[in-house]
């Protein structure tokens, strides 16, 4: 199945519920970059008049997990994946509508197909740069995703 934009959406209603509800979308998914949006609003709000971090989590998570979920789906394998660990820095307040872009696709495919012949999985890192609308990186989140054979 090709996973686009809509059906990566689709699955969040379905799936993750406050992701949505709080406005994450995935709005480019290919073959060299996975961007999703947030905007700053009421339901996703922190006392101090910005996006609540664990918002921004979520719309990063997405942004790293919808390219593993892809060429997960690409390769045809049954291989099962989670993030085992993060971390996160925080530049700006983000206000307004906050892009984050993903452009680790080709350390994905190298690492799918590595972790085909490795009994024990493989780990790898991914990162997340969130921009408001200014351009400026407000935060950035990495993850390390676990993937291993099914």
Not at 124 to 129: E, K, L, V
């Amino acid at each position: 199945m090709k996973l686009s934009p809509s059906k990566i959406n689709l699955f969040l209603v379905t799936k993750l519920p406050s992701a949505w509800l709080c406005g994450v979308r995935v709005k480019t998914i290919n073959s060299k970059v996975c961007i999703t949006t947030v905007t700053h609003r009421w339901i996703n709000q922190n006392p101090f008049n910005s996006m609540y971090f664990a918002v921004q989590a979520m719309a990063a998570e997405l942004s790293t997990g919808a390219i593993v979920m892809k060429e997960i789906s690409e390769s045809g394998e049954k291989i099962s994946m989670l993030v085992q660990e993060n971390s996160s820095t925080f530049y700006k307040k983000a206000k307004g509508k906050i892009r984050f872009t993903c452009e680790d696709v080709e350390l994905v495919k190298s690492s799918i197909k590595t972790c085909l012949n490795e009994p024990e999985g493989l780990k790898f890192w991914m990162t997340s740069t969130a921009e408001n609308k200014a351009g400026e990186v407000v935060s950035e989140f990495k993850f390390q995703w676990t993937v291993r054979k099914k």
